[in-house]
């Protein structure tokens, strides 16, 4: 049994082809600009939302998350089987943090590799050494967010340390697997001419390794959610990025030879 709150089909942004997209639910990160907060906890919750309809305020009562058998979801990801086939997509266990139950989600990459289909994890990386490599064991593409490399603003900005999400990195490349490095553009946060030095390095000393670098820029969807949630948007009123700085970032990376995209 594993805690699921959403499933996402058709998604063209989370690997190639079209993808299944299963958020699981419960992340251990606390990102100031997280767009899903209520995949923080691992359990479903429920949550009292007041709305005014013609002029009375109704209280209606949202449910986050469900539990769900592994065997249940797979019935679901194999509904989207034949488009899977025709665009060669498959599934992305997402999240949260789909690390958080990594039994769960190993079930499902069995599950999913048994029916021949694609498997991408997209992970902050943020778990054991040992667990990532079992994990890694059963995945054909890594979505492997890197959301700064200054160690105190990762600490600051997420809640916690980075340097075993770097090591863990550098597990799965050594590990031959297919990763695609994904930096989320924050205003403030890591988009600084020191911070994107600090990432060009990183990529450099592992370019033969690696696939590809997916620039994703900011964007304010999601910040009313908090509202929703009776929780306060921690990263505060910033503006999103500019195209022009998101295109000298890409012409940053591109120079050296990293193939970049912006978006997924
Ligand atoms: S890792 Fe993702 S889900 Fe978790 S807090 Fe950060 S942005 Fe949100």
Known sequence: MLTIF????????????????????????????????????????????VRLLDGKEITMTRKYGSLIKEEDLMVEILQDKLFFEESSGGVTFSG???LMQYKQLISMLKLSGKNNIHRAVD?????SEKLISEVAGHTDLFLYDLKTMDPEMHKRSTGVDNSQILKNADVLLDMGKEVIFR???????????KELDAYLRFFEKRIEKFKEVHILPYHKIGSDKYSRL???YPLGPIAEPKQEHIELIKQKFSISGIEVSIGG
């Open 6 to 49: 959403d499933i996402k089909r058709f998604a063209l942004h989370d690997g190639p082809g079209l993808r299944t997209t299963v958020f699981f639910k419960g992340c251990p990160l606390r990102c100031l600009w997280c767009h899903n907060p209520e995949s923080y906890e691992m359990e479903p919750e429920s949550h009292n939302l």
């Open 96 to 98: 949260g943090e789909p």
């Open 123 to 127: 992970t902050s990386g943020y778990a």
């Open 183 to 193: 930096i989320p553009i924050i205003p403030g946060i890591n988009d600084s001419e």
């Open 230 to 232: 009776n929780l306060e």
